[in-house]
């Protein structure tokens, strides 16, 4: 029995095992939408009753999965603290711990909910071949990300010592200059808070072209992994 549940739930070389990975993907579909839906305001009775009834469901049938794979794996212990036993905790347990009460603090658990949608990683082949790429390359990218983060802050000091003087209200502090040099160096610029010295201006031009290779660098780290992984898979 603990080989057939093992061939259903995890490995995917059977039409049974298809029809599953199918059924479960459409269903986190479905709470996802359901969910989505749940948030507008308005709604009937009815509709809400309805949504609330695929909410029942879709945990049913999660938790059932969430037991199976525990039951066929072959380390249960190794596999409920994995990647993918912690998502699959996590898109039904808002649901069994706000069950039965009206507790605020209980219902912000609700937006956990959208862990379900990282199920499909588990289905999706093409998500599944991205993570493989991500994990290859992700020493790379813990490299990207603490270069980063000392360029932010290196980008907050600078900025600091331009502007203080000349706008204290919104560079206050190299607190308060880490908003401006994470939307610069992101080149997202939301125009809220700007230089208007000269040497603050000429700094910002320079971290904006290191913002530049900031959002270049991993994309083409990703893109070469993904080219890699597709060679080694072929």
């Known amino acids: ?24 993907q459409v269903l986190i579909f479905l709470s996802v939408i359901a969910f989505t839906v749940e948030t507008l305001p308005d709604l009937k009775p009815q509709t809400r009753t309805i949504l609330r009834s695929i909410e029942v469901v879709t945990v049913i049938i999660f938790s059932l999965e969430y037991l199976l794979r525990i039951y066929a794996a072959d380390n249960k212990l190794k596999f409920v603290f994995s990647f ?32 379900r949608i990282l199920k499909l ?54 607190f308060d200059s880490l908003w401006w040099a994470i939307i610069t160096l992101t080149t997202v610029g939301y125009g809220d808070v700007y230089p208007i010295t000269v040497g603050g201006r000429v700094f910002t031009f320079l971290i904006l072209m290191i913002g530049l ?8 780290i990703i893109s070469s992994a993904l080219t890699k992984s597709l060679d080694e898979k072929k």
């Open 1 to 24: 029995m603990r080989e057939f549940v093992k061939r259903v739930v995890e490995l995917n070389d059977n039409s049974l095992s298809k029809w599953f990975a199918f059924g479960i």
């Open 84 to 115: 993918y036993g912690i998502i699959d905790l996590l898109a039904i347990l808002p649901f069994y711990l706000a069950f039965g009460f009206d507790l605020r603090s209980l219902r912000a658990l609700r937006f956990l909910r959208l862990f």
């Open 121 to 174: 990683v588990r289905y999706n082949k093409a998500i599944a071949h991205f993570t493989r790429a991500v994990k290859s390359v992700k020493e790379e990218i813990v490299l990207f990300v603490v270069v980063t983060m000392i360029l932010i802050y290196f980008a907050a000091v600078g900025i600091y010592y331009f502007e203080n003087q000349a706008q204290p209200e919104n560079f206050s502090s190299i």
């Open 213 to 220: 290779g900031i959002v270049a660098i991993p994309t083409g």
